[in-house]
């Protein structure tokens, strides 16, 4: 009798499916239990596909695929359809697949048997062996929920962490070691279900050991043994150092990532299994989400180390304590790409004994933006080394970097986008406590009074570095008085999180007039105010989602730390060429009075000094000087304001008819002053007024 015949009489079928062909090879018993006619034939592979039900050919596909991989035999259930879809019968295919020499991943020859099965009866052994819709739909939800985790591990920590928590649906193991590869030599990066110190022995070995994860890694097929007998045989050299464990069945699957093997993970269990295919693809499945979360980790790992190498190399310390002055620094960069931007800072000791203090922001988050950062901070630092005063230095700064944006990219003849950049540079004077600032497009300085008061200090400007070649940078002396302390920072600080810039300094306001007697520690609250806690570095923490990076500097002329009502005071030079200015003495003033008590009052203030001011511009041929300073305690205050020039002509009092456009001047001081003046000086005049501060409605 042939053997086709004895198949026949116990109704199982030969076939012969060749993948790359498209065809199907069927004897007649087969063809019989696919509902095609009984009898031997070849057939399409769409025509054999069609009699599958379709939930099952997806199972079976999967199930093929990993059979190729591991060249293991392939098993599962299958329900026959007829034409309208009605399941005929279901069957068991036992199919293994082969490779044709020299062929593809998808160029093989599957090779097995068809045997028809009863429906399983309600608590027969058939009923849970099936593969059953419910258990389709646990591993599905499982293999989602771990892929989800695994994708949001951001360390090799995390994924560690990950894969020790999760519990496969039926057959959860309870020890789990993930290995590595270095050099020749096969490592242990983690485990979890054992002791301190179980892992020594396999922690470092050859991968010519015979140990399971040592094979797998050498030939990138998984390993399954399903009893310590099966371990024992295979691997009796290592077999007393597993036997220890107690575990009654191992899974090691090769981790690969990037079409190469990266290690291999290794799954325990304390009782039997027997690795049916189902179960096997569900273990494949997770190592290959493992090893996936595994490179990404190792190369977020390895970008945050080239991260912080370029922070360092680019972000000097903040060098030698600076007599009578303390400083300190921070650094938050943007959480894309390398997390290296073009916010920078830096404390450069001049020849006249002096110190330089630099914060600037070259355009863009990327690598370019970092370069160019690097590049311009070299040249501010050779340029101030030499002597220049700030304008000079930003002048020549400028068409440094506009120099820059003019060479060609790297495509020989094609030119680079330009960039510009904004910058802050402050000369201070440790001795008098005086700072030179000229500023190129950067954000305003802030000072804290000893009092606790925070203003934005008004400072004279030009165009950021890059736009021209040739642009100028005006300087504005600032005058800290001991105890006093000056911020500088870069937009990123005050603009994250949706605020505009008037908006985000009303956020840092509260947090720069809380007591801190450590600029270490008020730089950590200004960060910590707009993304959370950091450290007490130079550099902070990187984090993952940022819009724009952060540079930070806090300089404090030494003085008394505890809070004091001393005088608050502001000063302003007012140019002839620029009236434009009188707008921004309005807007310090302001800044002074910011928590004065009656509202109206400080209208009435701002009012005055632009009658003062614009006199002076409209009236003489030089320059006003403002001085607004505030005393006492709060709430019993009092405003001296003065706007000095160089004419002697007195102001004198007229009486502006009702269409007159000037004359009102001193009419209105007398108004709303509680005192006033004009002072004679031994070359030009002072005119002042006073106001005590009133118990009105509250300042905006």
Not at 23 to 41: F, K, M
Request: charged share 25%; with cysteine; hydrophobic share 40%.
């Amino acid at each position: 009798m042939r053997t086709e015949e004895v198949l026949a009489a116990i109704a199982t079928g030969l076939w012969r499916w060749d993948n790359a062909a498209g065809t199907v090879t069927l004897d007649a018993e087969a063809a019989r239990l696919l509902g095609l006619p009984a009898e031997p034939g070849d057939y399409s592979e769409s025509m054999v596909r069609f009699r599958f039900h379709p939930a099952d050919w997806n199972e079976i596909f999967g199930v093929v695929q990993l059979a190729v991989a591991e060249a293991t035999v392939a098993e599962a259930r299958l329900r026959i359809v007829d034409e309208q879809g009605l399941v005929l019968r279901i069957v068991r295919s036992r199919s293994k697949p082969f490779m044709r020499p020299g062929g593809g991943v998808g160029d093989y020859v599957l090779m097995g048997t068809l045997q028809e099965v009863a429906e399983p009866q309600p608590g027969s052994v058939a009923e849970h062996t099936a593969i059953t819709g419910d258990w389709r739909r646990s591993r599905e939800a499982f293999l989602l929920d771990a892929g989800r985790a695994l994708a949001e591990a951001r360390s090799t920590e995390e994924v560690l962490r990950v894969a020790a928590s999760l519990s496969m649906p039926g057959f959860s193991p309870d020890g789990l070691a993930v290995f590595g590869v270095a050099g020749e030599r096969l490592t242990i990066i983690g485990h979890h279900g054992h002791k301190v110190g179980d892992e020594d022995p396999f922690a470092d070995m050859p991968l010519d050991t015979d140990y399971p994860a040592a094979e797998v890694v050498r030939t990138g097929r998984a390993i399954y043994l399903p009893s310590p007998d099966e371990y024992r045989r295979r691997f009796p050299a290592t077999w007393p150092l597993a036997r220890r464990f107690g575990r009654r069945s191992w899974a090691f699957l090769p981790l690969v990532a990037s079409g190469h093997v990266m290690g291999a993970w290794m799954a325990g269990f304390g009782h039997p299994v027997s690795f049916s295919p189902d179960e096997r693809a569900v273990l494949t499945t997770v190592a290959r989400m493992l090893a996936q979360a595994l490179d990404r980790a190792g190369a977020a790992e390895t970008e945050r180390e080239l991260s912080l190498g370029l922070q360092r190399s680019m972000m000097p310390s903040l060098g030698p304590d600076i007599p009578g002055m303390s400083v300190a620094a921070r650094y938050i960069p943007t959480g894309g790409g390398l997390q290296v931007g073009g916010d920078w800072y830096d404390m450069i000791p001049l020849p006249n004994g002096r110190i330089a203090l630099v914060i600037g922001d070259v355009q863009g988050h990327d690598v370019r933006a970092a370069g160019l950062m690097g590049q311009l901070r070299i040249a501010l630092r050779a340029y101030a080394s030499e002597g220049h005063r700030p304008d000079a230095v930003l002048s020549r700064a400028s068409r440094f970097l506009a120099g820059l944006s003019e060479e060609p990219g790297g495509g020989g003849d094609e030119r680079v986008s330009p960039r510009f950049a904004t910058c802050l540079y402050a000369e201070a004077d440790p001795e008098t406590g005086t700072l030179d600032i000229a500023r190129a497009g950067h954000p305003d300085p802030v000072v804290i009074s000893v009092d606790g008061t925070a203003v934005i200090r008004q400072t004279a400007g030009g165009m950021p570095l890059g736009i021209e070649a040739d642009s100028d940078y005006p300087t504005t002396r600032v005058l800290l008085e001991p105890g006093e302390t000056i911020m500088l920072c870069t937009d990123g600080l005050i603009e994250t999180g949706g605020h505009d810039m008037a908006t985000g300094w009303d956020r840092l306001r509260p947090v720069l007039e809380e007591p801190a007697e450590d600029l270490e520690k008020l730089a950590d609250a200004l960060v910590q105010a707009v993304h959370g806690p950091t450290s007490h570095y130079t550099t902070g923490p990187l984090a993952d989602r940022r819009e724009d990076d952060i540079a930070v500097l806090v300089l404090r002329r030494e003085g008394p730390t505890t809070r004091q009502a001393l005088p608050r005071r502001t000063a302003m030079t007012i140019a002839q060429a620029e009236p434009e200015r009188v707008a921004a003495a309005r807007q310090q003033l302001r800044e002074l009075l910011h928590d004065w008590a009656d509202a109206d009052q400080v209208d009435s203030a701002v009012l005055m000094l632009s009658e003062m001011a614009t006199n002076v511009l409209v009236h003489t041929d030089g320059d006003a000087f403002m001085v607004a300073q505030v005393s006492g305690e709060r709430g019993e205050r009092r405003l001296r304001v003065e706007v000095a020039d160089g004419s002697d002509e007195l102001p004198h009092k007229r009486r502006p008819g009702e269409m007159a456009s000037s004359g009102r001047g001193l009419v209105l001081m007398e108004m709303l002053a509680d005192a006033w003046g004009v002072d004679p000086r031994g070359e030009g005049k002072s005119i002042w007024f006073e106001l005590l501060e009133a118990q009105g409605r509250p300042a905006p």
